[in-house]
C-alpha cells in the first residue's frame, strides 16, 4: 500500500517555532508514526512548491490513501490538483484530512460545503471522547485521548453529516468539536482528525499516531481505484443477464 | 394533537429539595412550557402509582407525542406498560425521553441497546452546542445555550446511532454528551433531550422550553397511528397492480 | 413563503412530444401543483435564457426553496449562478432536485460528488417504494407509488450518503435507485426527487405533487437565511458567557 | 477468530425439498464457505436441540462473530438465550442475520423493533445491486449479483435507519429490499444479508460466499470483547487526569 503525506511546508520553513518542533517537517513526523505502527507500508511526501505541488498525475496515480495537512496556504494549490486529487478519491482512494487540513480546497471539492469551523483558539486543552466503541477506528485509543495544549475548533463545522462519527473533543473553553469524522465519497473514503497542531509536538504521540494508523487502514481501498467518470450507460432492458458477473 | 407527559413522580412527593423547585411535580412546568409555545395543544399529565402506571389502553390510544421523565424509579414501570408504549411508538406515536429517562425501560425497549450512559455528576455547568444548523429542532435555540449548574452525563452512551444528531454538550468537567439526538423506529420518531434536571429549575427556562417545543413539533405524527403488527403479507405477483394507493 | 421553480426550458420549446405534455413548461406544471396543494404559497418560475439564468440576486435572495428542472442544457448554466446558488442553500434556503437535475452544475456544487446515475433507459415501469414509514416526506404518498413508463436511473448514484433515505424505485428492467434521499448541507436542506420525466404527464398527478409538496414543507427553512461565509471568529476564552443568547 | 454458524436445523431433517439441497445443513454450507475464503477461521456450529440451544456460556464466551439462520422456530429459543446473545453482541461480538434470521427474537432484542419485513414470496428472481462501492462489503461483489430464484422479503422492513447501507435488491415483482445494511450496537456490530434460502444451493456459490466472508471481516471484533453492563460511573472532577490512558 503506497501512502502519501501531503504538507503545505510553509512553517516549518519559515517560523522558528513551528520549525523546533517539527525540523524534518511535519510530514516526516507523520509518515514515521504510521512506519512504526505498520513498517509494510511505503510512505512518500509531497509538498507544495514541488512541481505540480508534489501530485503529479504518476504520484498521485500510485497512491492508496493521501494524508493532506494545509494552513496558511490553501489558496495557492493549483485547481488543477484539486481536481485530480477529487477524481482520485471519487475512484476509490482514502483521503485523511488533518487538522486545518478541513479547510483546505481539497476538502471542499470533495464534500460540497465550506468546510470551515465557527470558532478558532490556541492554547487550548483537548479531550478526544469515543462515541462509537464499535468503530474500528476507536480500537486502541485512550479514551478520552487527553492532549494538553492544542487548538481550539469550534462547532458549527460546515459539512455535510458524516456517515461515520468516532470521536468528539471538548475543550477546556467549552466548544466542542466532532473531531474524528468520516465520508464515503463515490469509491473512495473520506477521514478528518482535527487533534494535531503544528507548534505542539503532537504528532509524535503514540496515543494519536495510533489514532492515525487506525484511519489509514479504515479508509484504504479495498478494490482497485479507476476513474470515476464515463460510467453512465444506456443499456438495453436485461443487460445485466450477459454481464460478466466482475466484482465491484 | 394530544401531548401526554409521564412522570415517575417519585422526589416531588419525597425530597424537599425536588419538592420546592417542582411543587406541582415537573410534569407540569414541562407541560405549561409546550402550552406557552402553542396554546393549541391539547397536554394530559400520567404518573407512577395510577392504574395501569397512567397508561392505560384508552390514554394511550389516543396519545400522538408522549414525553417521558423517570428517573430513580425505572424498575417500578410494569412490563405489560412498557410493551404497549412499545408498539404504540412503532405505530407512530412521537416519544421524547428526558434526562434520565434515556436509562428507562421504555427506552431500552425502543433502541435496542442498555441505553446506559457512562458517567454522571451532579453540579455541573453545561454548554449546549448546535452541530446541524440546518435542522429544524436547532431553530431559535440559543447557541450556546448555557446551563449554569446541571447534570453530567458522559459518552460513551449506549445508544444506536442516532439518525439525526442535533446538539452536543459539553461540561465543566471536560465530558460530552450527544445531548440532543433522534431515531426513525418503525413508523414513529424518538428523541433524547439529555439537557433537564430535577432540582434545578431548568424547565421554566425560556429557551429549553423552546427547544422542547421544536422537538415536539418533529415527533409528531403525520399521519395516523396504527398497529405495528400483522404486516406481514404474502401476496400474488403484481398485487401492487390492483391496490388502492392509499397513502402511508 | 416564496417558492422557485426553475427549468431550462428547452424541450418544451424545442421537441414536439415534450411541448405536447407541456405546454406552458415542466415549471408551470410542478408550481401548479404545488398551489394545488397549498394556496398560500407564493409560486415563482426563472428559466435558462433570461439574464442571470433567471437567478439574479434580488430573485434568489427572496426564495425561499428552489425547485431544480434541467436535462439537456446543464453545462449553459453560468458558474457565478451556480455559485450563487450554492451559498444559498449553505445559509438556508431549501434546494430540490428534480429528475436530471441530479446531474446538474448546482448538485455537484453542493453536494461535492459527480451526481452521475450509472444507468438509464427510457420507459420502464417504475414503482416507488416508502422505505422510512417514520419520515414526513412519505406521508400520504401512496406505497408503492405506480408509473407505469418513466425514466429508469440506475445505482450506483454517486452522491454522497443521504441523512434522509425516503423512497427506493425498482424498475421494470430490474435496477434500482435511491429515488427519494436528502442532505442537510449547512444551513440548508437538500433533496432528490427522480421520479418525473418531460414526456410523460407524471407532473399532473395527485400523488407525485403530494409527495413534491412534503418535500416543499420538508426543505423550507424554519429560520432566516444568512451568508454562509464569514462565520469563523477567535473568540477569547469564555466568549459565550457574554454572548447574546439569540437562537440560531 | 472464532466463529460460529448457529442454525434452527429444523427443515433439514424434516423436510425432503431442504435435505436435499442441504444434507449436512446449511450452517455447514455457510461455514465451508467462510473457510473456502480464509481458511484461517476457527469455525463451530451450533444449533436448536442442543442444550442450551447450542450457546452455552463457554460456547458463546468464546465467539467473536455470531452468524444467526432461524425460519420456523424462532418461538423456540430461549429467553435465556436471546439475553446471553444481547449482551455479547453489545460487549462487541459481530453478529450476522441470514435471511428470515432477520424476524428472529435475538434480531428483535438487539434492534428493538419488530424487524418483520412487510411482504414475502417464493420463488423470485432477485438482483442485489451495490449502492455503496466505498464499502468493504462490496468489494469483490457482482454488481448486480443475480439469482434465479430466491424468495421475495419486500419493505418496508421494521428496522431502525441502519448505520451502513450496502446492498439493495429488487425482486422480479417489484418489490425491493435494503438486503444488506449494518448498525453498530453497543460495542458490537450487526449485519443483515437477505439474500439466501434454504430450498435454493445459494450458500454453495462463489459470489454469496465472497459477500458473507466481506460482512465477516466487517463485523469482527477489533478490540477484546466486555460485558456491556455496570459502566456507569460518578467520577470525581479531572478524574481522566489520572486515569490510565488504556484504550478502548
Redesign the interface.
Known amino acids: 500500500m503506497q501512502i502519501t503525506v501531503w504538507n503545505e511546508f510553509f512553517q516549518e520553513r519559515n517560523q522558528p517555532n513551528t520549525a523546533a518542533v517539527y525540523p524534518d517537517g511535519i510530514h516526516t513526523a507523520i509518515g514515521e508514526g504510521l512506519l512504526a505502527n505498520d513498517p509494510s507500508l511505503n510512505v512518500g511526501y509531497a509538498w507544495l512548491g514541488q512541481p505540480d505541488d508534489g501530485l503529479a498525475e504518476e504520484v498521485l496515480g500510485n497512491t492508496d490513501v493521501l494524508l493532506w495537512w494545509g494552513h496558511l496556504k490553501h489558496g495557492l494549490v493549483s485547481d488543477d490538483v484539486v481536481a485530480r486529487v477529487?477524481r482520485r478519491v471519487?475512484g476509490?482512494m482514502g483521503l485523511i484530512l488533518l487538522h486545518s487540513g478541513i479547510e483546505s480546497k481539497v476538502a471542499s471539492?470533495?464534500?460540497?460545503?465550506?468546510c470551515?469551523?465557527?470558532?478558532?483558539?490556541h492554547d487550548?486543552?483537548e479531550?478526544v471522547?469515543?462515541?462509537?466503541?464499535?468503530?474500528?477506528i476507536?480500537?486502541?485509543?485512550?479514551?478520552?485521548?487527553?492532549i494538553d495544549s492544542g487548538e481550539m475548533y469550534?462547532?458549527?463545522?460546515?459539512v455535510?453529516?458524516p456517515?461515520?462519527?468516532v470521536f468528539?473533543?471538548?475543550?477546556?473553553?467549552?466548544?466542542?468539536l466532532?473531531s474524528g469524522i468520516g465520508?464515503?465519497?463515490?469509491?473512495?473514503?473520506v477521514f478528518f482528525v482535527s487533534n494535531g497542531h503544528e507548534e505542539h509536538p503532537l504528532y509524535y504521540r503514540d496515543?494519536l499516531r495510533?489514532l492515525l494508523s487506525n484511519v489509514v487502514a479504515w479508509a484504504a481501498p479495498?478494490?482497485p481505484i479507476m476513474e470515476?467518470?464515463g460510467?453512465?450507460?444506456?443499456?438495453?432492458?436485461?443487460w445485466?443477464?450477459a454481464?460478466t458477473?466482475?466484482?465491484?
Chains 1, 2, 3, 4 share one sequence.
Open positions: 477529487r471519487l476509490g471539492a470533495v464534500l460540497g460545503t465550506t470551515k469551523m465557527s470558532f478558532w483558539r487550548d486543552r479531550l471522547w469515543t462515541v462509537d466503541p464499535a468503530h474500528p476507536a480500537q486502541g485509543v485512550p479514551n478520552p485521548l487527553i469550534g462547532e458549527p463545522l460546515d455535510p453529516t456517515s461515520d462519527l468528539i473533543t471538548s475543550y477546556e473553553g467549552g466548544e466542542v466532532r465520508w464515503h465519497v463515490g469509491r473512495g473514503r496515543d495510533r479495498t478494490a470515476p467518470t460510467r453512465v450507460a444506456n443499456p438495453d432492458r436485461d445485466w443477464r454481464a458477473t466482475e466484482g465491484n
